[in-house]
């Protein structure tokens, strides 16, 4: 059989024909329903209030950003400054006199804060100490606020679904109640096409709520001027973005699919409301809570008192006194003060490497048990599409606690490098007739200023994390919305 005869083949036809009929149906499904919620106050209510919430969350959000930016970014041109011209001095207690380095911020960060308030924006470098972040906004606030933050990503993933709920919840339950189902039945009217009509209409008017967020962001980024921290943004924001599109989508089938099964406008409501409570209110807050059970943190007095301990403890002497015998075999003198070179330069390094061993330790043990929990508390997002999407649009945000950690271990490396510049300073300058050297503002420059840049997504953990559950929850909602259609199609009228 060649290809002009199956073309032409009745069964061909009959397919065409079918699948005009169903683009027929949506389309006019479409209009009708769009035009029946045009004309309907409650409709521009909801609208109305969800995008006052929205562009309020926007507004605050983008200006809290902007004004977080301006100050750290003014903040750390300050501390290079004094860092710079703190004048003549010792290049250890240069060391000590320490630095202040500021968390860069990304414009997606507007739209999730994620945990920034609560982490801390700077940290102090200096000798032989890994100091922890301060300032944090979150210490500042009313409990309310801390709990409670208004911002597009509560609005997306909590507002957003109730929304689409309270405009959705009679789909297909209204119709069994006003007892339209049987004319739609005789008139073999394609459920499939009035169900993605109705749901693209409910998806439509849910994403009325994502404008300001949008135009917030490209304020922000605008305004940035290129400081943004990271190598891959726009894939970040597309990735965002598609997250919170099935997001929404996910929402939208599961509305329609509960429509078709329940039989009353009241029981879909109620199953509705029963889920996102569920989903968007329960399951991330416990899931929270028993990731911390299963990999619980110590705490912060514990792990200090840990790390001081082991701080406490001397580097091997036995080991600095083979280095320093070999160091003089080297140069062929017998007393220190006859090198070239400093030894107490090579001694304080040799300290902060000791240090830097323990620190790596210490740290490496908590970031560990930081990120299993993180990788803990995902596992919600198989149940829950909110859950789901929280760590997709925190990770992509670089709001999360891996980029947290990224951040402090990068701070940390600033730190190291601050330590070794000095060090070999005073290493290269041995002391004339008892008088150390005093390194200058040429010295202090020396040391790179601080630009940290986020490492590129790790699309696999992405992907495995929260993307595939986002798919799979999608793909679930959309069987469950087709077994509800067939139920109206073939199931009792009641």
Known sequence: MNATTLTSSPDASDRRRGMAHWLLAFGAAWLADWRERRRDWRVWLVIGIGLALAAGAAALSSLELQSALDARSSA?????????????????????????????????????????????SSVWLEAHKQNE????????EPGVNRQFRLNPALVLQV??????????????????????????????????????????????????????????????????????????GPLRALLFALGYLLYLATWAALIAGVSAWTRTLRS?????????????????????????????????????ASLDNALGMPDDPEQA???????????????????????AGISLQRGEEHGDRIFDQHY?????????????????????????????????????????????????????????????AITAHPEQNGARYDGDQALWDRVPPFRFTYQP????????????????????????CAAGLRRLRYGNLR
Not at 92 to 119: C, M, N, Q, R, T
Not at 324 to 333: A, C, D
């Open 159 to 232: 507002l957003a679904p109730m929304a689409m709920i309270f405009l959705g919840f009679g789909m297909f339950a209204g119709e069994r109640e006003r007892g339209t189902l049987a004319a739609l039945r005789i008139n073999a009217a394609p459920l499939g096409a009035i169900a993605m009509a109705r749901g693209s209409v409910l998806f439509c008017m849910a994403m009325a709520l994502v404008i300001p967020a949008s135009v917030a962001v490209g304020a922000v980024e605008w305004q940035m001027h290129g400081r943004s921290p990271f190598s891959d």
């Open 268 to 304: 879909a409501l109620a199953v509705l409301i029963a889920l996102w409570a569920v989903t968007a209110l329960v399951v991330p807050r416990a899931a929270a809570e028993l990731a911390q059970l299963a990999v619980p943190l110590p705490s912060m007095q514990a792990f200090r």
């Open 364 to 424: 490496g043990q908590l970031f560990d048990a930081m990120r299993r929990q993180s990788e803990a508390a995902s596992l919600a997002g198989w149940i829950s599409p909110s859950a789901a999407v929280a760590g997709l649009s925190g990770m992509a945000a670089g709001s999360d606690t891996q980029h947290h950690i990224q951040f402090v271990n990068g701070a940390e490396q600033q730190r190291r490098t601050i330590q070794l510049v000095l060090n070999e």
């Open 457 to 480: 997504l790790d699309l696999a953990a992405l992907l495995q994390r929260h993307l595939l559950p986002l798919v799979v929850l999608f793909s679930g909602s959309l069987l469950l």
């Open 321 to 343: 006194r083979r280095d320093k015998l070999q160091l003089l075999r080297k140069y062929g003198v017998k007393d220190a003060r006859d090198l070239p070179v400093n030894w």
């Open 76 to 120: 750390q041109a300050a501390e290079q400054q004094r860092w710079s011209q703190q004048g003549k001095k010792y290049p250890h207690a240069a060391a000590h006199y320490g630095v202040y380095v500021f968390k860069p911020l990304s414009a997606l960060s507007a739209l999730d804060p994620g945990i920034e308030h609560y982490v801390g």
């Open 133 to 140: 972040l301060v300032y944090r906004p979150a210490n500042d």
